[in-house]
């Protein structure tokens, strides 16, 4: 940690308060406009336009670890740092196709549950809820980590009062706003995050030329500029795998097909992934100039706000304090709202209390906000280990769903008994990797051996799959 | 891991790198050959029963 | 589960040198250039992009 706050405590808490009023605010809102039934709490009623939908993805894969890792990732791994965390991208340009067919398949369903247990059946529904669960809440804790150590660097608050604050901001105006005040915050937030980003590179690079920084790389740091850096090469192709399962299988993505208008659907996910892709590459760039100014960085994970602080003084404090705080409500906030969705909708609709009216299952999700809300913080309470290490852990299960929800989409010899064991074994070997053969490695042999047990399943022992099962949830 | 006494770690690393790529691109000839074949109809009419297939 | 993710993260397993010496083939300046001035470009223009849609949608009364 550094040893001196970056920004003056006045000056943080004012940011904080005003931020966290404005947010909250807004949430409420928006909260009020609509019909106020189940589908307009959970899916902001089913009509969002282009410019919302594009940026409520840019700003929900915008997350505190795009922030604070991918730079991270930049000034350790160099370019394939860079690059391999922009393949993530990847993620939200592949969903674009499958995010059509679910529109069309599904028009009345509310989750990624929904499909998986009406295309195979509720053995693998367990499962996967199991397996989206266990993500959800490593992610929500990066989150929350994430939200505690940025305060504390920046300002010198206590880890837990930031923790608490943001999480405590993000749960309130997602419990009265629902999906409505997260895509319309999401929309403010992504072009805070994107403009504020421009200006720290232009003013970071007006300083340091990029000759400049790609001299001193080369003559100091050649390691960062090697194509062939075999940390860098092991990392290249996890990020985009990783990416692919988070998206194919979380509610977070799901239900923005559902709440997008069907017109703006694949464009909006074309669209937001090009937008994303830009993300890593510049704050990896800044991260980079840290290294060409030999900045001493204690902890690699703020580098960011470090090199902004020292290149552009306390503006660029303030301006780092609203980017990541942007990051973080945004990412939180659309986790919130789409896991409750998917518990009101699969684990308390269609699991403990079967028939429930609308209203209740929106008022299940309103419980299920708050109570995530709670969790988060408590499992955040103690900082335990490097954000981008937990979510690596985690890729070891979201890639093992990436075949079995594609191939369940498009192919109707799609077997239920192989997506299950898909699921199962390709995370049991994920994690076996991401302990004998390196973190970077999960991802992609979950992947690797789920495809392998999904398409030799399939091929085996093809299913009949009656596609108009899905049209009714 | 026995795979260490018979490569040098950039070898590793390139082996790894080749089986992502193949993995991610099996993944995208995947999608885009599903996404072909639903391409213009009707969400529910499976091709393959259309054409007698199964 | 923090005990058990904390376990399996930190168990032991061979580490990949950074910077360690290696074959190495560093990419030329110009591409460099043109990755980290194409990536702010590009920011910029899905930042304007998005603006104008926005625009567009809220004369036509399509926001929501």
Known sequence: MTDAPLLDAGIAWFLLVAFSVLWIALGVWWGKRGKGDADDYLLAGRNIGLALSTATLMASWVTGNTTLAAPEVGYTLGLWGMLGYALAGLGLFLFAPLAIRIKRLMPTARTSGDFVRLRYGRVCWAVFLLITMAYTLGFLITQGMGAGLLLQALSGFDYRLGMVSVIGVSTTYTLFGGMRGVVGTDFIQSLLIMALLVLVAVLGYGRISVDEVYGALAAEHPSRLNMLLPAGLLFAWNTGLFSMGEVFHNNIWWSRVFASRPSVVFRSFILGGLAWTTVPIVTGAIALMALATNLEVPQVNMVFPLITAQLLGSGGAIVVFIIIFASLTSTLDSLLAASADLIAEDVVAHWLRPGISDAQIRQAARLVVVGLGLLTMLLSWQYFTSMYQLLLFTGALVASTIWPIAMGLYWPQANRQAATAAMVLGSITGLLAYGLVAPYCAALVSAAVSAGVMGLGSHWNPERFEWRLLADR | ?54 | MPLLITALITANRPAFATTAPTTQWLLPASLFRLLVVGSIIGLVVATLVIVLIWLKELRQGQVW
Request: proline share 4%; aromatic share 6%; glycine share 8%.
């Open chain 2, 1 to 54: 891991m026995q795979i260490e006494c018979c490569m040098t770690e950039l070898q590793q690393a390139l082996l790894i790198f080749a089986i992502g790529a193949l993995v991610t691109l099996a993944t995208v000839i995947m999608i885009a050959r599903g996404h072909a074949r639903w391409h213009g109809r009707d969400p529910y009419d499976d091709p393959n029963r259309a054409a007698g297939h199964d």
